[in-house]
């Protein structure tokens, strides 16, 4: 032993002493990720085993030492049907449980609770309902759905957080969405995936789970101030939102109450339904989809709002659920001081009279 | 081995000259064509709902039918695919279909998205 | 090739080589027989154009996306292209196809005349494809509607602003400043189609040049028409290419829903 | 290793290279920069990819230093990134595409089918002129500063974000793309055109058939790389496109349009490699591969089903849901055909007469590799373990499995099979079985390695990386440099063998193929007379019979 350089002992001390296959299991897809993965590792050592001993076999058996005249053999109908089928099968056997799981993963469920994220070069915003503002990290609670809302303001961005199994692509111009639910509290990687230009291997920081109790503890110390929804009230008050959409009869735009989730018609015969997506592509390029019964008259807000800003409309419309709440806004700018509004999860302690700031 | 046998049947039958007077009938067509696909274009064809938030308008789908005629009738005739041997059919054929696939999968995958654009 | 080799490609190869097993001088070495090298290079042919179909499938996709991406702007900037000079482009290549077919067809008849008459058609139809497309391009620079170096959204902003087309498209509304913007996209992906294609175009005259000169010559008259016969294929591929090109750019546009 | 051995070597003492060849036809740097000779083309396709791949391998020993580390330490971050971007670049587009078909497919396409040439000679010139058009670019391109888009050219990055040169990095790949193009346009038209009498379909060696398969890749993908790469340039240079959604374009349509291309490339860098595969298989166990046509189908059905699967590569990208299922379902069906291909081989063996010459022992390498990087490709085919796995080194690993381990060892298995026919010398055979198990060590403790850390999460095309990776990417890093040392041994063997190897003779392997029927190097117009083909592909009787017949005769 004491010739081994110490270096090199102590490189394989640490080898030893931190070896892993696979990174935590911290969500609750994680186990069932890696049971498929080791699933495929099962029937990939399997079909390698095959191919292997095969080789070594033949290769011993029918060396040309002890088999110096080759047998001439056409093929095998048979066997090679074998190995069209089993193989066929076992893959598909992997498509369908991979697709389940692509689809579970990309599906949040009703009552996940929903982080917005903003990828940029090269850092990531993460803005969560109650106000609180994150760098290159991210909280979340152990025990509930998350969802998040993802953007890029540049290129792609790619959001992985390896102990959760999860993964979605920042996509500039579009909104995308990935689930998890934390099972154990830790602190884990966050990495940037996407190559995403010179400090691409940067773009990283940590996820934050914690239980309950500590979340509701870090939400209330980290606020801002104000809730996302609040933030998006006074944009829309200061971008003049409510000059058309107002709950007045003489409005020109379409009253925004309970536009979030409803059906609309818009003026080309279609009909969707209204989305994080969709309110923004609605903010943004408004003449894209005009709703039926309303002229073109919307301006653009491209590049007067920040991709947080828009985050904050969407969040701010997506809780707005009476006209009380825009009449306010339309009666002063200033913003009332309790607003009533379904409060946004985890916004509704730090809201207390006053502390609203501008 | 086909091909084999084919592609010598090819050289004998193959160069088939085409009279002029087909050439004429096929300017004459293409030309028709060409004045059928404005006037049609001069004209709302309307549409057909087939359900919510599917429509379709009649004018394009005219217009590239008649084009894929026009087209139809410049390679078989124009370009001798009519008399060629069944590997120049078998050619076009396969570019198309990988055309195709290019086109609609790529497509597919903007229509069916949840919601993005379109 | 097997026995069936000495099976020469027609009347115009078998009188190229009256005496079997003398090649005539156009053969390449490496070919067995004349049929042989011209099934090889027509197929090549075939091939190339292929390619081709496919390097245009890639525009053709942008196009079809970004169309119904942008629809209002992709209307009114189709608006903005001229019918009639299109359908006259149209017209003219069909006819340079149908001049091309026939100067095919002289070449195999071994009519020299003739072959020069069409060849020279052709190339005329050819340029003249070129002229009324300059005249359509200048006419998109002097409207500033050419994407990245000369470009303004007026015309799409307020359409009244452009009487002439307005007077056609009596219907065309104002299009919201953001939607304004993509007619840019509209006119790049029709600088980027035509562009290509007239690419395309130039090409093919400048083989045809050379084919003219070639073909004074007498060369293409001695029962050796490959070259010819692949050219045709290579100019009527591009005819093709604008037998599309017209309706999707010009054409399907005009009734948008109302 | 075992000493059986099927070397038939000609007497040294009275063995002579035949005087005329297609090397001493005729002389001076004309004759090769004009000439229409196949064998030639290929030669110089043989010696610019191998100067291209040192290159690139110099970028990867870059690479690996740099990761040695977890800080970015031996370069800048940018430095880094530039630095994996040109070696994916000259990788893929200037060594692996080419290497296969445009030197060994060029060289042995036209005597396989017993013809004198390819049909096109001078598009074939044209072919390699265009590549070095494009490797002049490249390294252009490398000199002013490089680029670092990845090999992938994502935008809006590429298009928008970077300073660097990415329009003559560009470019510079469009004007590779025309060359391989021609490349595939030629084989095709070979194949269909220019088959000796005799010589059916199915009495093609299989080389001919993956050679096929891979050429209606080349024709039919690489324009539409070709066109998405001219969009990409205009956009970078008016201001104004399809593809970066600050123009109102859309970035996934440029991930649609390039991995319409670069998917089928990768089968495009994979097929023309099973063809070695099949003839060094067969010819080293002296039988015929185990169900021919099985053989060959699968490789025209990974053609075709392999050109609608490319949106694997953007399973997390925001494609609809059902398209992901749609890719994914014809993945696990394109993934069917190579594992056929792999058992076939494996019986091909069963009941031979096997040895372990050079070729053979790069060919099992391959198979054991190239499976392990095959079904790496079924755990990001399949959509769920694709969202944990992309993006990181199990890619990374995957990748180079089947490029590397799959593509590289077939590469080499070919030119140490046909060495003796391309130079009329044997290469040392003691030594390069040296290589080729150098290689094999070198190779998995390279990227084995990054399997682990890929599962584990580390991203991929980062110039720094979490500390506790380290110790794998040691190991990578170690495995690299044995690596490194396995592919610059047969560059110094073979060049020597050049004057001082034994003389082959026309057979050395007794293999069945009509390239080894006629003199080593081959006459300038391959064989004397064109040949007539009364066999099937892989008859070693025929062969046997064939030489007792020329004994006889003697
Ligand atoms: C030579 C090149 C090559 C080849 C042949 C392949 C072959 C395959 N590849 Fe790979 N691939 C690449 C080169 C290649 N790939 C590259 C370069 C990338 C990264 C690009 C980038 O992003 O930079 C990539 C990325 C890549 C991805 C995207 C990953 C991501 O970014 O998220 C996917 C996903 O589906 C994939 C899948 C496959 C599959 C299913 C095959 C199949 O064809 C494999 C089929 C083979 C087998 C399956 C093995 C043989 C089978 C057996 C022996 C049977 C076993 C028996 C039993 C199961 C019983 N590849
Ligand atoms: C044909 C394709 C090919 C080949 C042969 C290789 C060969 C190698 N590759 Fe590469 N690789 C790619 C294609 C290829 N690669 C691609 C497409 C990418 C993705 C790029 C991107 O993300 O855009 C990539 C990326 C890539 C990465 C990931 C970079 C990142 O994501 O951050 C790494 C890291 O280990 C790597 C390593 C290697 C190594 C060690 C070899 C070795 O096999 C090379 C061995 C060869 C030599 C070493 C040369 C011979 C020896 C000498 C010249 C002497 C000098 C040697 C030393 C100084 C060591 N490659
Ligand atoms: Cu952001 Cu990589
Ligand atoms: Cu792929």
Redesign the interface.
């Known amino acids: 032993m004491s010739h081994i350089s110490p270096v090199l002992w102590q490189f394989l001390v640490k080898w030893l002493t931190n070896f892993q296959l696979f990174p935590p299991e911290a969500s609750k897809v994680a186990p069932e990720m890696d049971a498929l993965y080791f699933f495929m590792v099962l029937i990939s050592l399997v079909g390698l085993t095959v191919v292997v001993l095969l080789i070594v076999s033949f290769s011993i058996l029918y060396n040309k030492r002890r088999h110096p005249v080759a047998t001439q053999i056409e093929g095998s109908t048979l066997l090679e049907a074998t190995w069209t089928i089993i193989p066929l099968g076992l893959f598909l056997v992997t498509f369908v449980w991979g697709a389940l799981l692509y689809f579970r993963i990309y599906t949040p469920p009703a009552n996940a609770m929903n982080i917005y994220v903003v990828g940029k070069q090269w850092m990531w915003k993460v803005e969560h309902p109650g106000g609180q503002h994150e760098i290159d990290a991210l909280h979340v609670p152990t025990g509930r759905p998350v969802q998040l809302t993802i953007i890029s303001q540049d290129v792609f961005h790619s959001f992985s957080i390896p102990a959760f199994r999860v993964k979605r692509e920042a996509i500039p111009g579009r909104y995308t969405s990935v689930w998890f639910e934390a099972t154990e509290p830790g602190t884990y990687h966050l990495f940037c995936t996407q190559y995403c230009g010179t400090n691409h291997s940067q773009m990283i920081g940590e996820v934050v789970a914690m239980t309950p109790d500590d979340f509701r503890k870090w939400l209330q110390g980290s606020t801002s101030g104000n809730s996302l929804a609040q933030d998006g009230e006074r944009l829309f008050a200061s971008l003049s939102c409510n000059a058309c959409h107002n709950p007045s009869p003489s409005s020109r735009g379409p009253n925004l109450v309970g536009v979030y989730g409803s059906h609309l018609t818009l003026a080309s015969g279609q009909t969707i339904t209204v989305d994080d997506a969709y309110l923004r592509q609605a903010i943004l390029n408004p003449s894209e989809h005009i709703t039926q019964g309303y002229a073109p008259i919307m301006p653009t807000y491209q590049g007067q709002v920040s991709e947080e800003g828009i985050f904050a409309l969407v969040e701010y419309l997506k809780h707005l659920d009476s006209d009380y709440r825009i009449q306010q806004t339309l009666n002063t700018t200033v913003l009332p001081a309790n607003n009533e509004g379904r409060p946004a999860p985890g916004a509704s302690t730090p809201n207390a009279p006053g502390e609203v700031k501008q | 081995?086909s091909?084999?046998n084919q592609?010598?049947a090819?050289?004998?039958d193959?160069?088939h000259?085409?009279s002029?007077l087909v050439?004429?009938t096929?300017?004459l067509c293409?030309?028709a064509f060409?004045g059928l696909?404005?006037l049609a274009?001069?004209?709302?064809?309307g549409?057909w709902?087939i359900t919510?938030?599917l429509?379709l308008?009649w004018?394009?789908v005219v217009?590239?039918a008649?084009?894929c005629t026009?087209?139809t009738l410049?390679?078989l005739?124009?370009?001798h695919v009519k008399y060629s041997?069944k590997?120049?059919k078998l050619?076009?054929i396969?570019?198309?279909f990988?055309?195709l696939?290019?086109?609609s999968?790529?497509?597919?995958?903007?229509?069916?998205?949840?919601?993005?654009?379109? | 090739m097997s026995d069936s080799t000495a099976i020469a490609r027609g009347a115009a190869a078998e009188a190229a080589h009256p005496h079997p097993g003398e090649h005539p001088p156009y053969q390449r070495h490496h070919f067995e027989t004349v049929g042989q090298q011209f099934d090889a290079t027509n197929f090549a042919m075939w091939l190339f154009l292929l390619t081709e179909v496919m390097f245009f499938g890639g525009l053709f996709a942008s196009y079809l996306i970004m169309r119904n991406w942008y629809y209002p702007a992709f209307v009114e900037g189709s608006h903005q292209l001229n019918i009639g000079w299109g359908t006259a482009n149209t017209a003219v290549l069909i006819i340079s196809s149908f001049t091309m077919a026939m100067g095919v067809w002289s070449a195999e008849m071994r009519k020299k005349g003739m072959l020069l008459l069409f060849l020279s058609l052709t190339w005329i139809l050819g340029m003249a494809f070129l002229g009324i497309k300059t005249i359509e391009y200048h006419e998109k620079w002097v409207k500033h509607h050419v994407p990245g170096l000369n470009w303004s959204d007026s015309s799409f902003l307020n359409p009244a602003s452009d009487p002439e087309v307005h007077k056609d498209y009596p219907g065309d509304k104002p299009l919201a400043p953001e939607m304004a913007q993509k007619a840019e996209m509209y006119f790049f992906l029709y600088f980027a189609m035509t562009g290509m294609h007239a690419l395309h175009m130039i090409i093919g005259i400048s083989i045809l040049t050379f084919m003219i000169i070639r073909a004074r010559q007498g060369a293409y008259t001695t029962g050796h028409v490959t070259y010819v016969e692949n050219f045709g294929l290579y100019w009527h591929f591009v005819d093709i290419i604008w037998i599309f090109l017209f309706p999707l750019l010009y054409l399907i546009s005009r009734f948008p829903n109302s | 290793m075992s000493a059986a051995t099927i070397i038939s070597l000609p007497d040294q003492s009275t063995a002579r290279i035949p005087k005329m060849n297609f090397l001493t036809k005729e002389n001076g740097l004309l004759s090769w920069l004009l000439t229409g000779d196949h064998k030639r083309i290929a030669t110089l396709y043989l010696v610019s990819i191998t100067f291209f791949f040192f290159i690139g391998g110099a970028l990867a020993g870059l690479i690996r230093l740099e990761l040695l580390t977890p800080q970015n330490d031996l370069m800048a971050a940018d430095t880094y990134n530039k630095v994996f971007s040109m070696h994916g670049l000259i990788m893929v587009f200037f060594f692996l595409v080419p290497s296969v078909p445009a030197t060994i497919g060029n060289f042995l396409m036209p005597m396989m089918v017993g013809a004198k040439d390819l049909a096109l000679p001078k598009i074939n010139l044209l072919s390699w002129y265009l590549y070095v058009i494009a490797g002049i670019m490249m390294i252009y391109t490398m000199s002013v500063g490089g680029v670092d888009t990845g090999w992938t050219f994502t935008t809006p990055l590429s298009t928008h974000y970077l300073n660097t040169h990415v329009i003559s990095a560009g470019l510079s790949v469009f004007v590779a793309g025309f060359s391989s193009i021609f490349t595939g346009l030629n084989f095709i038209v070979t194949i269909h055109k220019m088959r000796c009498p005799g010589m059916t379909w199915f009495r093609l060696p299989l080389f001919v058939w993956s050679n096929y398969a891979a050429s209606i890749l080349m024709v039919l993908g690489t324009p539409v790389l070709a066109i998405t790469l001219v969009l990409v340039v205009l956009e970078r240079t008016v201001h104004i496109g399809v593809f970066d959604p600050a123009y109102g374009g859309d970035p996934l349509l440029f991930q649609h349009l390039f991995w319409f291309y670069s998917h089928p490339a990768v089968y495009i860098m994979i097929l023309p490699g099973f063809g070695v595969i099949s003839e060094v298989i067969s010819t080293f166990s002296r039988k015929r591969v185990f169900g021919y046509t099985a053989v060959a189908f699968s490789s025209v059905a990974i053609a075709i089903f392999g050109f609608f699967v490319w949106a694997h590569h953007m399973f997390i990208m925001g494609i609809s849901n059902y398209s992901a299922l749609v890719f994914s379902l014809l993945t696990m069906l394109v993934a069917v055909p190579s594992a056929i291909k792999i058992y076939n081989w494996a019986f091909t063996l069963y009941k031979g007469s096997i040895t372990f010459e050079t070729p053979m022992l790069y060919a099992i390498g391959f198979m054991g590799l190239f499976t392990i990087g095959g079904l790496t490709g079924v755990f990001l085919g399949a959509t769920g373990t694709d969202i944990h796995l992309t993006e990181t080194y199990f890619v990374v690993a995957h990748f180079h499995f089947v490029m590397v381990g799959g593509m590289l060892m077939s590469f080499l298995a070919g030119i140490h099979f046909w060495w003796p026919k391309w130079t009329g010398r044997m290469y040392p055979e003691k030594i390069s079985q040296l290589a080729a198990l150098t290689t094999f060590i070198g190779f998995n403790l390279t990227f084995f390695p990054q399997f682990i850390l890929g599962t584990l999460g580390m991203p991929r095309r980062y110039a720094a990386y979490p500390p506790e990776f380290q110790v794998l990417n040691v190991f990578s890093t170690a495995g690299a440099t044995v690596l490194g040392i396995g592919y610059l041994l047969p560059i110094l063997y073979l060049t020597w063998s050049l004057k001082y190897g034994e003389i082959a003779g026309d057979n050395p392997w007794q293999a069945t193929g009509l390239e080894w029927q006629t003199q080593s190097p081959p006459l300038t117009e391959n064989f004397p007379e064109i040949p007539i083909m009364d066999h099937e592909a892989y008859d070693y009787e025929w062969l046997e019979r064939q030489q007792r017949k020329e004994v006889a005769s003697v």
């Open positions: 081995m091909e084999q592609q010598h090819g050289h004998e193959e160069h000259i085409v002029p050439y004429l096929i300017l293409l030309l060409t696909t404005v274009s001069y004209k709302d064809l549409e709902h919510g938030s429509t308008f004018n394009p217009a590239l008649i084009a026009k087209m410049v390679v005739f124009f370009m041997p590997l120049t050619t076009v396969s570019g198309f990988i055309f696939g290019l086109i999968m790529t497509l597919a995958d903007y229509m069916s998205r949840a919601w993005g654009r379109w």
